[in-house]
């Protein structure tokens, strides 16, 4: 950007969590999420631009990613049985 | 300094501190079951937006604070689900809860940003608020403060004095041997998030109705974070949370007061605004330096999923 703000880091702390849980705690898989992250940033600044949507909702679909892989993590520890 | 001026910081002070009384009060509960719900500025945020604009909408603050109430607990459901069905990364959950939520409060909120509710009258309660001094500090205050302190009673009597909470105690402390005395396990752990949810949306809510009250992004400003610190400091007791609140809204009120006064000030306006959650950190973990102490207090399953083995 080239210039400084204070809110120049907005969000990327608690976005770099997100990358390290999507990335499944490998340095390979951080590498790869951070790109999947990246993009959610670039779209939210495009939402704002040409839909006038404010930048927050970039948010709202990292807070989704992360509660949908959690959740996932279910089916990948667990087989599900059903008791009739 | 005259004495006006002390009442007014003081009774600024009490109405400060009270949205964290509220919200630490309900993850006081939420962590003595055993769940770590670290999502609480998410809730808070969006107790605070949903709040505001069913105060709005309805032109009552009662309104407001049920929807708060709601919201927050609506959210929590989730949360719970998550965490305690799906036995998810607690730490993880609700850092996404926490970053979902200031999201979503931020985009519900936008065409809310510009109104402003008309101000709350002050309650004055009768004979009390007629005492020299101490009336017009305690007992000429918003309707939220006497709400706080109703709270901090019923979860200090349900805690200490009831055989729900002396339940609620074990299974945060060993929920296998709840469990194997036939207590539902989930269903405490189900109520207890809850109930803590629903006290993070109520103090968002008390902070966007009673205490600004409007609603800009960012209003929580880390409020969530700090009742988070405040409940592990307090080492999971009520009293100490109490007054841990009014600590950090006596420091924020001392330094806005600071700003407005003509005194010259050499410090940045900044780290002034930094320095109630700087000086509530320090003071609580000077007041709680004994490793043990923590220790000794803590849910022995704080943060631990639970599962039951058929």
């Known amino acids: 950007m080239g210039q400084l703000t204070d809110k120049v880091a907005l969000g990327y702390g608690f976005a770099a969590i997100i ?20 993009l959610l940033f670039l779209g939210g600044e495009q939402v704002q631009q040409h839909m006038n949507l404010p930048k927050s909702i970039s948010m709202v679909f990292q807070g989704l990613l992360l509660f949908y892989l959690l959740g996932a993590d279910l089916l990948v520890n667990y087989r599900l049985k059903w008791n009739g | 300094m005259d004495s006006n001026l002390a009442q007014e910081i003081l009774s600024a002070t009490l109405l400060a501190g009270t ?43 009662v309104h407001g604070l049920l929807a708060g109430l709601v919201v927050g607990g609506i959210t929590a459901v989730g949360f719970a689900f998550l965490t305690i069905t799906l036995q998810a990364n607690q730490v993880a959950s609700g850092l996404a809860l926490a ?26 309660i009768p004979f009390l608020a007629d005492l020299p001094w101490v009336g017009v500090v305690l007992f000429q205050q918003q309707p939220m403060v006497y709400l706080s302190w109703v709270l901090f009673g019923l979860v200090w009597w349900f805690l200490y004095r009831s055989r729900s ?13 709840a469990h194997a005395i036939g207590r539902s396990v989930y269903g405490v752990r189900y ?21 600004a009250p409007m609603w800009v992004e960012g209003l929580i400003a880390g409020r969530g974070w700090i009742a988070l610190a405040l409940v592990v ?42 320095l109630p959650y700087l000086a509530t ?22 943060g631990r999923p639970f599962r039951a083995d058929e």
């Not at chain 2, 964290?20 to 937006?49: D, K, P, Q, W, Y």
């Not at chain 2, 909470?165 to 041997?177: I, K, Q, S």
């Not at chain 2, 007054?243 to 600071?258: E, N």
């Open chain 2, 281 to 302: 950190i320090v003071v609580l973990v000077l007041i709680s330096r004994d490793p043990r102490l923590i220790r000794q207090h803590s849910p022995a399953s704080l």
């Open chain 2, 191 to 211: 109520l207890a998030v809850i109930f803590g949810g629903a006290l993070c949306g109520l103090g968002g809510a008390c902070l966007s109705i009673f205490y």
């Open chain 2, 99 to 124: 970053i979902f939520g200031v999201g979503l409060a931020g985009f519900a909120g936008k065409p809310y940003e510009s109104r402003s509710l008309p101000a709350v009258a002050d309650w004055h």
């Open chain 1, 19 to 38: 990358v390290a849980f999507l990335g499944r705690l490998h340095p390979v898989g951080v590498l790869l999420a951070s790109l999947l992250m990246a």
């Open chain 2, 19 to 61: 949205p964290l009384i509220i919200a630490a009060l309900g993850l006081l509960i939420n962590e003595r079951a055993g769940v770590l719900n670290l999502g609480a500025e998410g809730m808070m945020s969006l107790g605070a937006v949903y709040g505001f604009i069913a105060a709005f909408s309805f032109s009552s603050p």
């Open chain 2, 165 to 177: 909470g002396l339940l609620l105690r074990a299974v945060g402390e060993d929920p296998g041997a």
């Open chain 2, 233 to 274: 400091f307090a080492t999971w007791r009520p009293f100490r949370v109490l007054l841990g609140a009014y600590l950090f809204g006596g420091v924020l009120i001392a330094q806005l007061f600071l700003q407005g006064s003509g005194i010259k000030v050499t410090v940045p306006a900044q780290l002034l605004s930094a």
